[in-house]
């Protein structure tokens, strides 16, 4: 069964690019969380897919932005990336349900380093 | 908006030495508790959770949560750690009801020597 997977690994661009970052979920997952790790901090909200759409989203600007697709994969957008932007880009999936809270399971990340 | 607090930045242990790391959050109504770690070079994976009931909770690898809803804490136990945990541990909290996005503490990055 595999886990959560996202792509690439590493990605290295410079300001006043733009990047795209890809996830898959966890088989039988329909939910697609993405958050922003600073180094040395904890992860923070970015948004959340569920369905195709955008369900929450968090305190960051409208640079960045995010698909869903039919298969429940997902995609994170950054548009003219800052050097604030670099971190770790971690996505997480869950199962939507009646109950409030779901278990997030978590994917190995993309680290990105704006130059 | 809710937010989480884990004061203790960096713990340093001896093998088989007692560990609790301190979790505190902050919001008004009922609250899921999750805590996540953060081994080396590897995902984040989740350790154990509380959603109701029994507010002592147990997880993988012989942790153990109390949760305390008068203290709004959540702290992480375990009462003989080993050099395999040596990892960063991170609280996160969901607040009950239609919000599901994680608020995650700091960290606490938990160094055990050989």
């Known amino acids: 069964d595999a886990g959560v997977t996202q792509s690439p690994t590493h990605l290295i661009k410079t300001r006043g690019q733009q990047v795209t970052l890809r996830c898959s979920p966890k088989?039988?997952?329909?939910?697609v969380s993405w958050y922003q790790q600073a180094l040395g901090q904890g992860p923070q909200f970015i948004f959340q897919y569920y369905e195709e759409e955008e369900r929450q989203r968090g305190n960051f600007p409208d640079r960045f932005s995010g698909h869903q697709f039919p298969n429940y994969s997902s995609e994170l957008n950054v548009n003219a990336l800052l050097l604030g932007d670099s971190a770790l880009y971690l996505c997480?999936?869950?199962?939507?349900?009646?109950?409030?809270?779901?278990?997030?399971?978590f994917g190995p990340g993309t680290r990105l380093l704006v130059l | 908006a809710q937010s989480v607090s884990q004061h203790n930045h960096h713990v340093i242990l001896s093998e088989a030495a007692s560990l609790e790391l301190g979790c505190n959050y902050s919001y008004g109504g009922t609250v899921n508790l999750f805590w996540y770690v953060q081994y080396p070079g590897q995902h984040l994976q989740l350790l154990l959770k509380y959603f109701s009931g029994d507010p002592l909770v147990k997880g993988i690898k012989g942790f153990e949560a109390e949760f305390i809803k008068s203290k709004f804490s959540f702290n992480l136990r375990k009462p003989s750690v080993q050099w395999s945990d040596t990892a960063e541990y991170f609280c996160?909290?969901?607040?009950?009801?239609?919000?599901?996005?994680?608020?995650f503490g700091s960290g606490t990055q938990l160094t055990v020597l050989p």
């Open positions: 996160a909290v969901n607040p009950s009801g239609s919000a599901r996005q994680l608020t």
């Open positions: 997480a999936s869950s199962f939507m349900s009646g109950r409030a809270a779901e278990t997030q399971y």
């Open positions: 088989s039988g997952h329909d939910t």
